[in-house]
């Protein structure tokens, strides 16, 4: 059985992160458009890097924890199923919990690219616009590995591949706003894939969901997860 799981703000708002974006439209009181594109990068790097440094040390502190429905998903990745888990979110937790392999489709916190020479590497400290890209030498090209509004998301091409071949599509705390994210429930169904929906509420596109399950990721998860090992 080939399962396509897809995961979203949700699954991680019951570890502590913050998510994407309040009732109020701001992003931890800033705009997404000052904090979360090329743009606002090109015209305020430092105040771009201080937000994502923010971010990275709330993720590090130590009360940030995988949840239950990060650890039963690894259980699952574990188990005798074809399993591809996609996320939005840029947070290591799945990896905390036990994944063995997650396609981030926006990026990762704990990650930088070189807008020169496109060198990535780890990072868990606060970045300046006066680092030096440690492979080409370059000061001040050294941003976030996350993929902003306007970008492409990241690994596509092997995720459509996935989506094509699933018998089971999964979307755990999403809200059905983000494309292509939001669209990925249509490609699997025209594959043929029964399509659950995971969430504390109905999303933007739930009835284009065939089940639901509506309740807290590190509940539902658990239980949805002991019942596909059980048969």
Request: some cysteine.
């Amino acid at each position: 059985m080939n399962i396509v799981i897809l995961t979203g703000a949700g699954i991680s708002a019951e570890s502590g992160i913050k998510t994407f974006r309040g009732n109020d439209g701001l992003w931890e009181n800033h705009r997404v458009e000052d904090v979360a594109t090329p743009e606002a990068y090109c015209a305020n790097p430092e105040l771009v890097l201080s937000f994502y440094n923010a971010r990275r040390h709330a993720l590090l502190n130590t009360g940030i924890q995988p949840n239950a429905a990060h650890t039963a998903l690894a259980r699952l990745q574990y188990s005798h199923h074809d399993v591809t888990l996609i996320t939005q979110n840029v947070d290591n937790l799945h990896e905390r919990g036990g994944s063995p392999s997650v396609l981030h489709m926006h990026g990762e916190l704990l990650k930088q690219i070189c807008t020169g020479c496109a060198d990535v590497t780890l990072i868990e400290w606060a970045q300046t616009v006066r680092d030096v890209c440690a492979c080409c030498s370059a000061v001040g090209t050294l941003r976030p590995d996350i993929v902003w509004f306007g970008e492409m998301p990241k690994l596509m091409d092997e995720i459509y591949s996935a989506l094509d071949r699933a018998d089971v599509f999964v979307a755990i705390g999403t809200s059905g706003r983000v494309y292509p994210a939001a669209g990925f429930v249509e490609v699997a169904s025209a594959s043929g894939a029964h399509t659950i929906e995971i969430n504390l509420e109905a999303s933007d596109v739930a009835p284009a969901f065939a089940e639901h399950r509506i309740g807290p990721a590190s509940e539902q998860v658990v239980e949805w997860v002991n019942e596909l090992l059980a048969d």
